[in-house]
């Protein structure tokens, strides 16, 4: 049974611009540090090279990573033509080097439409997916034969940034999921030049704008001030997912839900067909996830329960 308690760990988000050159697992080791806490993760990977948004989750907010994850992304990403490498990336090691001279803006505007919307993508071999129990860079730096099924993604928009060649900057709107790599290495493969990804920004994950985020730097540097001055970036857990219908519990049924049991909910009809919901006390305390079990009967399964504090 899950009660009121005094927390003795921060929960929240943070949403950090995330610099060049380190691993979001890195990112999450200084945050460690920093907030004097274990229980931190990150939702979203990006590789050492990217830099932009990178959500940081404390203590309860970890249990949320998933719907942070799911949601839809923006880039600004800078494509080099020309010149292909083994990770698709700048980090990686050049396979080939192609002639550019009957490549214009002309031919790069009419490719483009052709990767909108719903596509088929093959991520890059270079990855953390696993494959046999074992992450698809450790096979593929072991020299063991990898075949990565295709997998679909949904480019919502590609817009035209600059032409700079050999660079084609463009801003980005995918799903969760989408390797901005395999779209570089695809965009080369229909010019007929090759190429990689030499820059790439996370401007957006969902809600969060790169415009909001904090530096490491900047966390630190408060920190180093004041041990609890960094808590002012720290947004709370639900925050993640405002996307989902908010429903206000009964006392009654905050107790239904703190021991884990099924409970109708007399609520708008739009809650009626849809799920998960975010539920709250009558206090209005975040409490928990709902899913739907029974529409027709408004009937209604707690999916994650959270901890909340004393008044």
């Known amino acids: 049974m899950v009660t009121k308690t005094d927390f003795p760990f ?16 890195d990112v999450v080791n200084r945050v460690r540090r920093l ?37 839809q992304k923006q880039y600004r990403a800078t494509i080099r033509f020309g010149v292909t490498t083994d990770t698709l990336d700048a980090e990686g090691q050049v ?11 002309a031919h790069l505007r009419e490719i483009l439409p052709a990767f909108l919307g719903e596509i088929e993508q093959i991520p890059p071999l270079f990855s953390a997916i696993k494959q046999a129990g074992q992450p698809l860079y450790k096979r593929a730096r072991a020299g063991k ?9 949904t480019i919502h928009a590609l ?7 050999p660079d084609l900057i463009l801003d980005i709107t995918c799903s969760a999921g989408t390797y901005i790599r395999a779209l570089a290495r695809d965009l080369g493969e229909a010019a007929g030049s090759g190429a990689h990804l030499a820059e790439l920004t996370r401007t957006a994950s969902g809600p969060w704008q790169l415009a909001e985020a904090v ?41 239904h839900v703190q021991q884990g049991r099924q409970l109708q909910i007399e ?23 709902l899913t739907s079990v029974e529409p027709s009967a408004k009937l209604w399964q707690p999916k994650k329960v959270f901890q909340i504090k004393d008044k």
């Open 10 to 25: 921060l929960s929240g988000l943070l949403n950090i611009d995330k610099p060049k050159g380190i691993t979001s697992h």
């Open 35 to 71: 907030v004097g806490q274990r229980r931190v993760g990150h939702a979203g990977t990006l590789d050492p090279m990217a830099t932009g948004v990178l959500l940081v989750c404390l203590g309860q907010a970890t249990r949320l990573i998933e719907y942070v994850v799911a949601g």
């Open 95 to 105: 396979t080939a080097v192609n002639d550019l001279s009957s490549l214009d803006e």
């Open 145 to 153: 034969v990898v075949e990565v099924a295709p997998r679909r993604v």
């Open 159 to 165: 817009t035209w940034v600059a032409w700079q060649p």
């Open 215 to 255: 530096s490491l730097e900047q966390l630190e540097w408060e920190a180093a001030q004041n041990a609890s001055a960094w808590q002012r970036h720290l947004h709370p857990p639900d925050k993640a997912i405002t996307h989902l219908p908010k429903v206000i519990l009964t006392e009654e049924a905050v107790k």
């Open 267 to 289: 609520a708008a009809p739009y809650l009626e067909n849809a799920g998960p919901i975010r539920a709250y006390t009558p206090s209005g305390d975040f409490l928990a996830i």
